[in-house]
């Protein structure tokens, strides 16, 4: 009936404890993500790298793009640390297993282990399968014998098993002794609509042990928003498994997040759960999955978030100064991130004191100091936001420091067109009129978009002069509309990215509009560039 | 000393049990957050309708933005459930009480609370406040006394109550009894740092709240990912005082979110915290909150994001047709938000079919939901979302259910130029050629930016033809750059949320630029404000 044959069983760091990560195929169903085929080899790549022992792809079968994926991913990944597991359900009701063509796609995928969704909540085996509990059981039974008799490892993914064991917990248990009786390795207990709290997660994963002796897994939804503390619970319980995504990716609200349970048990239950080393690699591949997903990394996210270990608070920034630790529940090295000090109205002279030596200024003087918290404020008013522009903010503090502009270049004026034509075609021209070394530029630049078309024609106004331009690429760059309230009007905020191949700086630029705002961005983002390749300012670039 | 004198203290609507929000105070501290005193005012007033007990203001003395607060929220606010809270620290180390500006000033603030913050480990004691153990109990029974003996209520947070308890526990409970025998009526236990898990949460809460005797709150700060759990293991454990913040808004990962503390509570563990009704208003106040704070709302929040009841999974979306609360942990209606179908590649015929009925159409015809699926494929591909843009969708499904465009006009070409002079200033203008009812129609526009152009030129060239969309106003503009990646070239996508002032609705636009696809979005937007009042679609507007 199958042909493919499983790959042999490859184990987690150690077997004893399980981090399954099923971003593929749960982390998938969260509103906004879309993955093809290459994504999700992408980040099969980097979770097997940062050490995950299972990595659930999908439901061959299902769909076509799963059962591409489990094809490419056998043939193009030499995982190291993860096994490949195919997800899917048990047979149909009233069908033997072996005539079930979903059950033969699970076997086609040659995944090694095979996650098997089952139904332990009463009303859920009436109203959606329109079966008898008893038929339940039978369905049970049989898939994960025919699959455990192919030579596939098997987990059993209990749906609903909370609200299930609450409405009827003899059938839940059931459940859980018949895939356990039949073979299954690990009978995970789903809080599939995400409601339970830890307190009830604790007790129910306790009485299943006791009651079952099977082996069991925690899969947790965030809907109350405790997925991480409900799968920390079931493990202080007895459950040996723990199913999370990547940045907690999952339908409605999401999943529990890979980051912070691991985290937990390897830096604060001691349990090593990961490879040696991986955890400090955790933030990077944190933001790369992110980047692959194409969602912005969530900024506030426990460990791995850029906010994660960042200060602002006066009141803190003057103790940290004292001892970085009283601060902090981690050293952020542990997990790859990095301690910050934001620059913000908010914080007065200790952070701005703080940030300028992380910078390499001594800023012992506190007029000067005071100086700057002026103009921060004075332009964080308007707009600006100096938290996540450390290029412009490293400006400004020189300008303050040497009391007067650090430009290289003179922006007299500009333009942009964007035309599109009855025949669809869009064009996108700019000019630009500068003075560098005294001498007066026009240049034009066309471009994918007006800014784009912006960032040629100065650029093509400069590189003659300085060519040490042709290294400084656009990394990122973001667009903000700053809502209008209380009768203002609105303004656009842009933050650029750019890089010379061995650091990035970022740059922002604050007007009614998006191509004005944009504009100003790029002025510092080549002005601090060209700082940065080592130029001295030229006080009087007009001449 | 003081000559101000305290309003009334208001009880919150049972004062058994303290629901205490921090927004305005430790809320303020998360990156990106900046408030004016209208800011404060504003969520001040939701937070008061929404039925909070406690509303921490500010620091008054400590920055002149939080004193101006206290003056003006006096004055300008009928608190109908909430009092309004001064947060201080303890007198100074070797100072009388009575001598401490900073003491006086919450005094002057006028407001009839007070939360002290003290220290209640030792290390913190010794490196930050360079004094000794004694003096600290010193500190905390003077400060409570005296504000206490001028007729404030007082609740005392002891910050690092955790870190401390588990280096030094008697000092830490020390610190609970000084407050408690000096009058305080809470004694806040906080996990300032936030590396707390529920379990050891809740066992050092059982032990204080046995040793003391005193009244005990909890304040969790979320980076463990475990704020919301650690705040109700603290109620289990017999805490009866709850500090939050709306959105869970604060410093580095934020604070236990006011939301889902609440919702659980009341939902949960039936217990009342709330006024009656409140809770349903609770996804409009946190996206209120997060409209006056400036950050769009996060949409994977727990029981208000928008993606909360947002179904996708194919596998979900069958089942959700014969019951949708299989696939809920509450009625989303109780919270104010409701359940979505979202129209993804993902899901397949269901959810398209849902999501027609939810529109109004039938989809009965197998062949007919097949070609939605297929366009909808076709153009997601090229990086248009529908999830978020109802009224791009359903422009989709009328051209497919009818066969043929849907359009009241014809747009030709269009041009705009930004342009930035030598003085500085900056102008928009734009062009468009376009057909309606037969007629070419050339017109003009200016406006703060290339696509508020574009919008006034194509209103100017329609508003004699369709005086209906006078009435159509754009209420909400995004950008998002879709990242380039695997050697593509990155595109941009745009959403519009334009209304009528009875209903909104959203539409979404894809090109290699910004303007291009605000343009696209601009056409669905009034092509379906028009539909919306009523008029018929024109097959031939050129004629």
Same mark, same amino acid.
């Given at each position: 009936m199958t042909k493919a044959a499983p790959d042999t069983v490859k184990d987690a760091p150690s077997d004893a404890f399980h981090v399954f990560d099923t971003t593929l195929r749960d982390g998938a169903q969260r509103e906004g993500i879309n993955l093809t085929v290459a994504d999700k080899l992408t980040i099969a790549r980097h979770l097997d790298d940062f050490g995950v022992g299972f990595i659930e792809g999908g439901w061959p079968g299902a769909n076509p793009r799963d059962t591409e994926f489990f094809a490419r991913a056998r043939a193009e990944i030499a995982f190291r640390n993860a096994a490949l597991v195919a997800f899917g359900a048990t047979r149909r009701a009233g069908v033997d297993v072996a005539d079930d063509p979903q059950v033969a796609a699970l076997l086609d995928s040659g995944a090694p282990v095979v996650t098997l969704v089952a139904k332990s909540h009463d009303r859920h085996v009436e109203l959606a399968l329109r079966t008898?509990?008893?038929?339940?059981?039978?369905?049970?039974?049989?898939?994960?014998?025919?699959?455990?008799?192919?030579?596939?490892?098997? !987990?059993?993914?209990?749906?609903? !098993? !909370?609200?299930?064991?609450?409405?009827?917990?003899?059938?839940?248990?059931?459940?859980?002794?018949?895939?356990?009786?039949?073979?299954?390795?690990? $009978?995970?207990?789903?809080?599939?609509?995400?409601?339970? /709290?830890?307190?009830?997660?604790?007790?129910?994963?306790?009485?299943?042990?006791?009651?079952?002796?099977?082996?069991?897994?925690?899969?947790?939804?965030?809907?109350?928003?405790?997925?991480?503390?409900?799968?920390?619970?079931?493990?202080?319980?007895?459950?040996?498994?723990?199913?999370?995504?990547a940045n907690g990716y999952g339908e409605r609200v999401g999943n529990a997040n890979l980051f912070p349970v691991v985290a937990a048990l390897e830096l604060k239950y001691g349990r090593r759960v990961l490879p040696p080393g991986a955890l400090t690699e955790m933030t990077r591949v944190s933001h790369a999955i992110a980047e692959v997903v194409n969602l912005a990394p969530a900024t506030h996210q426990p460990y791995v978030g850029v906010s994660a270990f960042a200060h602002k608070a006066g009141l803190h920034a003057s103790a940290i100064k004292v001892d970085p630790d009283l601060y902090q529940h981690i050293d952020p090295e542990l997990v790859g991130n990095s301690m910050?000090?934001?620059?913000?109205?908010?914080?007065?002279?200790?952070?701005?004191? /703080?940030?300028?030596?992380?910078?390499?200024?001594?800023?012992?003087d506190r007029a000067l100091v005071g100086r700057v918290v002026e103009r921060v404020k004075e332009r964080e008013l308007r707009g600006f936001t100096y938290e996540a522009a450390d290029a412009s903010f490293e400006l400004l503090l020189r300008e303050t420091v040497h009391d007067g502009p650090q430009r290289f270049f003179h922006l007299e004026s500009w333009r942009a067109i964007t035309d599109q034509r009855a025949d669809g075609t869009v064009d996108n021209e700019a000019t630009v009129r500068l003075w560098a070394k005294g =001498?007066?530029?026009?240049?034009?630049?066309?471009?994918?978009?007006?800014?784009?078309?912006?960032?040629?024609?100065?650029?093509?106004? /400069?590189?003659?002069? !300085?060519?040490? /331009?042709?290294?400084?690429?656009?990394?990122?760059?973001?667009?903000?509309?700053? =809502?209008?309230?209380?009768?203002?009007?609105?303004?656009?905020? $842009?933050?650029?990215?750019?890089?010379?191949?061995?650091?990035e700086w970022s740059t922002v630029g604050v007007a009614d509009n998006v191509i004005a705002a944009s504009w100003q961005a790029l002025d510092d983002a080549y002005t601090y560039g060209l700082l940065r390749a080592g130029l001295r300012p030229d006080p009087s670039p007009r001449g």
């Amino acid at each position: 009936m199958t042909k493919a044959a499983p790959d042999t069983v490859k184990d987690a760091p150690s077997d004893a404890f399980h981090v399954f990560d099923t971003t593929l195929r749960d982390g998938a169903q969260r509103e906004g993500i879309n993955l093809t085929v290459a994504d999700k080899l992408t980040i099969a790549r980097h979770l097997d790298d940062f050490g995950v022992g299972f990595i659930e792809g999908g439901w061959p079968g299902a769909n076509p793009r799963d059962t591409e994926f489990f094809a490419r991913a056998r043939a193009e990944i030499a995982f190291r640390n993860a096994a490949l597991v195919a997800f899917g359900a048990t047979r149909r009701a009233g069908v033997d297993v072996a005539d079930d063509p979903q059950v033969a796609a699970l076997l086609d995928s040659g995944a090694p282990v095979v996650t098997l969704v089952a139904k332990s909540h009463d009303r859920h085996v009436e109203l959606a399968l329109r079966t008898t509990l008893e038929e339940n059981l039978a369905m049970v039974r049989d898939t994960v014998a025919h699959l455990v008799a192919h030579g596939r490892r098997v !987990f059993v993914d209990c749906e609903h !098993f !909370f609200d299930g064991y609450l409405a009827n917990p003899s059938h839940a248990l059931d459940v859980v002794r018949a895939a356990h009786g039949a073979g299954a390795d690990v $009978v995970v207990l789903c809080d599939t609509n995400g409601g339970m /709290l830890p307190a009830q997660v604790q007790a129910v994963v306790r009485t299943v042990v006791a009651d079952t002796g099977a082996r069991i897994g925690m899969h947790a939804q965030d809907d109350s928003g405790c997925a991480v503390a409900n799968t920390l619970a079931a493990v202080d319980a007895g459950a040996t498994h723990v199913q999370c995504t990547a940045n907690g990716y999952g339908e409605r609200v999401g999943n529990a997040n890979l980051f912070p349970v691991v985290a937990a048990l390897e830096l604060k239950y001691g349990r090593r759960v990961l490879p040696p080393g991986a955890l400090t690699e955790m933030t990077r591949v944190s933001h790369a999955i992110a980047e692959v997903v194409n969602l912005a990394p969530a900024t506030h996210q426990p460990y791995v978030g850029v906010s994660a270990f960042a200060h602002k608070a006066g009141l803190h920034a003057s103790a940290i100064k004292v001892d970085p630790d009283l601060y902090q529940h981690i050293d952020p090295e542990l997990v790859g991130n990095s301690m910050r000090m934001l620059v913000s109205d908010m914080a007065g002279r200790a952070s701005v004191e /703080l940030k300028g030596k992380e910078l390499g200024y001594d800023l012992t003087d506190r007029a000067l100091v005071g100086r700057v918290v002026e103009r921060v404020k004075e332009r964080e008013l308007r707009g600006f936001t100096y938290e996540a522009a450390d290029a412009s903010f490293e400006l400004l503090l020189r300008e303050t420091v040497h009391d007067g502009p650090q430009r290289f270049f003179h922006l007299e004026s500009w333009r942009a067109i964007t035309d599109q034509r009855a025949d669809g075609t869009v064009d996108n021209e700019a000019t630009v009129r500068l003075w560098a070394k005294g =001498e007066r530029v026009l240049a034009t630049g066309e471009g994918n978009g007006p800014v784009n078309a912006l960032d040629r024609a100065l650029r093509a106004g /400069l590189e003659r002069t !300085f060519p040490q /331009l042709a290294r400084i690429q656009l990394v990122d760059y973001k667009v903000r509309i700053l =809502e209008g309230r209380h009768g203002t009007q609105s303004t656009t905020r $842009v933050l650029i990215t750019s890089g010379d191949g061995t650091t990035e700086w970022s740059t922002v630029g604050v007007a009614d509009n998006v191509i004005a705002a944009s504009w100003q961005a790029l002025d510092d983002a080549y002005t601090y560039g060209l700082l940065r390749a080592g130029l001295r300012p030229d006080p009087s670039p007009r001449g």
